[in-house]
């Protein structure tokens, strides 16, 4: 069995789609005005109206890079139009995750929606001026379809779906050009992959080989959670990435920050193992590209 096709037995595609009213409005005639008192051209200046405060809307903007941070974060990159790769080792824990993200943020929109809006459109001749149209202002059961967040999850194509009626030649020659991109494509999903760990790893050990350097707490923790994360977005199920994941585990996490900050041999022997854990990467990264340019 090929890799690709392996591939379409343990992991899906997502796309995340997330819409948001951004509270601007252009304003046509105060555009004309600024230009023209400006003695310059048209299409120099453009006045877009902040309908609402910034505030307003602040936390449901919170809440979709919530969504998409997780997104990002629990996915590998597949098609260029957005669309990522979900292993079936993640799915369950990704899709609760991310419908008590996607349920705060609706809460956001409703909160808005039932409160904030309505008290900036009731203030909104004060606080515009002359800037001020009330057919600026759209309904609130209108507004509500402008905040959507919504994930498409599609099985992963191979070439053998594939299947137009045109010579056999030609189908075979597209059926290539396919898997040729399919492969393409797990090479840098995986290499997406060995670049996370790469960095996190990198990075810790440029900053303990540095005495002098600050370094957080977070430093040694978000290499923990990666570490955890690294088995379900191993696509291949490649032996050599659980081998440096084991060794990262072993060597890496669970150090106490305190202990690495008080201790100057400690910290220097971490950062040596971090170093020599980075060389032995590269070796492997080399094998997808695009990976260690991404690190």
């Known amino acids: 069995m090929s890799q690709i096709h392996a591939l379409t037995e343990r992991a899906m595609v997502l796309t995340l789609s997330i819409s948001q009213w951004q509270g601007y409005r252009l304003d046509k005639e105060a555009s004309r005005k600024v230009v023209e008192e400006a003695g310059a051209a048209k299409d120099a200046a453009r006045v877009n109206k902040h309908l609402v405060p910034k505030e307003a809307l602040a936390p449901i903007g919170t809440a ?30 990704f899709i609760e995750q991310h419908e008590r993200l996607v349920s705060a943020f609706n809460d956001a929109v409703n909160h808005f929606l039932s409160v904030e809006y309505l008290r900036a459109r009731e203030k909104a001749a004060f606080r515009m001026g002359d800037l001020f149209k009330s057919a600026d202002y759209p309904m609130v059961s209108e507004l509500r379809y402008r905040f959507r967040a919504t994930l498409e999850i599609a099985p992963l194509a191979t070439a ?12 075979e020659r597209v059926r ?39 370094f957080r707490d977070t430093t040694i923790h978000n290499l923990a959670e990666l570490v955890e994360l690294i088995p379900g977005l191993n696509v291949l199920e490649d032996p050599a990435v659980e081998e440096i994941r084991l ?23 971490l950062a040596g193992e971090a170093k020599a854990i980075v060389e032995k990467m590269s070796g492997f990264m080399n094998a997808f590209g695009g990976a260690q340019q991404a690190a």
């Open 64 to 93: 979709a890079n919530a969504i998409r941070d997780h997104f990002y974060e629990k996915t590998l990159p597949w098609y260029d139009n957005g669309g990522r790769l979900l292993t079936n080792k993640l799915y369950m824990p």
């Open 247 to 269: 060794a990262v585990k072993a060597k890496l996490v669970g150090v106490d920050p305190k202990d690495v900050r008080k201790d100057p041999a400690y910290r220097q022997e």
């Open 160 to 171: 053998n779906d594939f299947r137009v009626q045109i010579d056999e030649a030609h189908v």
């Open 176 to 214: 290539a050009d396919i898997e040729k991109a399919a492969l393409e494509r797990v090479n840098k999903a995986q290499g997406d992959m060995w670049a996370r760990l790469a960095k996190a790893v990198g990075h810790m050990a440029d900053k303990f080989a540095d005495p002098d350097a600050i």
